[in-house]
């Protein structure tokens, strides 16, 4: 694969890419944001075990 037919895939992308609709931003953003709440949640849950075996030492 050529830098040329890489910049050809690159371009026929970008023409194909539209921005989104104001409800499909809002979706996206809802869904990251509880992605990050669920990740953020079981690290404390983790961390909260961790505590409460080790006696909190």
Known sequence: MG??????????TLKLAVK????????SIKISVLGVGII????F???YI???LTGGV
């Open 20 to 27: 989104p609709g104001r409800d499909e931003l809002w979706l």
């Open 45 to 47: 849950a983790i961390k």
């Open 40 to 43: 953020g949640l079981i690290g």
């Open 3 to 12: 830098i040329k037919s890489f910049l050809a895939q690159c371009a026929r």
């Open 50 to 52: 961790s505590f409460a």
